[in-house]
């Protein structure tokens, strides 16, 4: 990339940082109460605006070499907090909170550009089977000290797409044939997403166990 394509580049990610600027003025001065709708659509905006941003930026960033673009994923999947880890063949993956399904084209490279590098880093250091009678469970856990109307149905989330990606590692098959889908909503002291992945025959366990371990947590705060 020439020096006046990077110019043109920069030119649009300022562009985009000024309208981005406006929706956040915006949401500065608009009562939640009064008006929560208003403000789950600018902040839904700001909030894709501002990984379009970054999608952008990873572009000037990828224009070196692919030693710049590898160190650069595994940052961004460290700063996401997106974590893997297999426990006795349960594979657990945390990511951030899951937007609602764009009503709009936008470029959903910011969650999953470094959740496919990551997933891809696993595989090297890690022995995997492909899993193939098998539950999916999507817990989405909300901050509690926040509104309790911020939770959203299930239906209306991105979870077809981190399937997807989960599946090219990790699944012989996401069809029904062979998966089962298990979804939950918990209260936590942040916003994020955790997906465990096991055999059905570990599932009611599992499922049991973590029930009671959420008890017994809610039973001390």
């Known amino acids: 990339m020439d020096k006046k394509s990077i110019f043109?580049?920069?030119e649009k990610i300022e562009n985009e940082i000024t309208k981005l600027k406006n929706i956040i003025y915006a949401l500065q001065t608009t009562d939640i109460e009064k008006y929560g709708a208003n403000y789950e659509e600018l902040s839904s905006d700001a909030a894709y605006k501002a990984e379009r941003i970054t999608c952008q930026l990873r572009r000037l960033v990828y224009t070196t070499?692919?030693?710049?673009k590898s160190e650069y994923l595994k940052?961004?999947?460290?700063?996401?907090?997106i974590r893997i880890s297999l426990?006795?063949?349960?594979?657990?993956v945390t990511l951030p909170a899951l937007?609602?399904?764009?009503?709009i084209k936008s470029n959903t490279a910011f969650l999953q550009e470094p959740l496919n590098f990551a997933l891809q880093e696993f595989v090297k250091e890690h022995k995997i089977d492909l899993y193939r009678n098998f539950v999916v469970c999507f817990i989405q856990i909300y901050d509690r000290s926040l509104?309790?109307?911020?939770?959203?149905?299930?239906d209306n989330l991105e979870f077809k797409q981190i399937l997807d990606i989960i599946s090219t590692y990790m699944l012989l098959d996401d069809s029904g044939r062979f998966c089962d889908i298990h979804h939950s909503t918990e209260l936590g002291d942040r916003d994020y997403t955790a997906v465990y992945i096991m055999d059905k025959s570990v599932f009611p366990g599992w499922l049991r166990d973590h029930k009671n371990a959420l008890k017994n947590i809610s039973d001390n705060l």
């Open 99 to 103: 937007f609602p399904k764009r009503k």
């Open 87 to 92: 426990d006795n063949g349960i594979l657990s």
């Open 65 to 68: 070499n692919c030693t710049g």
């Open 8 to 10: 043109q580049q920069t």
């Open 75 to 81: 940052h961004a999947a460290e700063a996401q907090g």
């Open 147 to 154: 509104p309790m109307k911020r939770i959203r149905d299930y």
